[in-house]
């Protein structure tokens, strides 16, 4: 049987915590034919994130809420002068205080705007604000970590914006519903590793390993075998990257 490629939408593998097994993590991703879309929470993560990228790493730069002071511009010269793959991690969040997020958020939605790349956000606690202001911009959009109501994951599907859903999907009942209601073509998956999962995960940090076990869950939420919602899910990745017209990334 085939085997699906799978595509991990938000992990963070930059992060101190992967240092150590580093070798061993690309190693997996290599012999399973995952690949990661690594995102970045500042200017030092972002540079951190390119020494990353390669056959099975997609580097994402930019400013996370909780670092909206830092200097956006050095994110539009890493984005310019890089072979990147989108902008994130970027938003809005009422957690780390309000202080120039607005700006920070709606200058980097411009870098991928003018770039043509797409942009993974961050929309805890913010969620109609991110939505507000994502309907000024022309970019593709992922909302990681969907947390939203009914409704909301109804007016991003209106919006054509991609939600994704991670290890929670695999025991929290709710999760899984509001996969059930998402748009097909619109869906995705993610770790945003190193956040630790508990549960059956045992309150272990998310590694790309866990990817076919959010798919599993998935999968028995809309329905579908595991081959055809790998499929799905690779297929709406590789949309949402830009990559339907690229060599296999």
């Given at each position: 049987m085939r085997h699906t490629a799978l595509y991990d939408s938000h992990i963070h593998l930059s992060d101190p915590h992967y240092a150590d097994?580093?070798?061993?993590?690309l190693e997996y991703m290599r012999r399973t034919g995952t690949v990661a879309c690594?995102?970045?929470t500042n200017p030092e993560d972002s540079a951190a994130t390119l020494r990353l990228a390669g056959d099975v790493v997609l580097p994402f730069v930019g400013i996370h809420p909780q670092f909206a002071g830092e200097d956006v511009e050095s994110i539009r010269l890493m984005a310019e002068s890089h072979s990147i793959s989108g902008i994130g991690e970027i938003g809005l969040d009422p957690t780390y205080g309000t202080d120039g997020q607005a700006a920070a958020f709606e200058a980097q939605l411009e870098i991928a705007e003018g770039l043509g790349l797409p942009v993974s956000v961050h929309s805890r606690k913010s969620l109609d604000a991110v939505l507000d202001t994502l309907t000024s911009y022309e970019c593709t959009a992922l909302l990681h970590w969907f947390e939203g109501s009914k409704g909301r994951l109804r007016r991003a599907g209106d919006?054509?914006?991609?939600?994704?859903?991670?290890?929670l999907a695999v025991y929290a009942t709710d999760k899984r519903r509001l996969a059930s209601l998402t748009r097909p073509d619109r869906i995705l998956v993610e770790t945003d590793g190193p956040v630790p999962f508990s549960r059956c995960f045992d309150h272990t940090s998310a590694h790309p390993a866990f990817l076919p076990s959010v798919v599993f869950a998935l999968a028995g939420a809309l329905g579908r075998t595991y081959g055809s919602m790998a499929e799905v899910l690779r297929s709406n990745t590789r949309a949402y990257l830009g990559l339907d017209n690229r060599p296999y990334a």
């Open positions: 097994e580093m070798e061993y993590v690594c995102v970045s919006m054509g914006l991609y939600v994704s859903y991670g290890p």
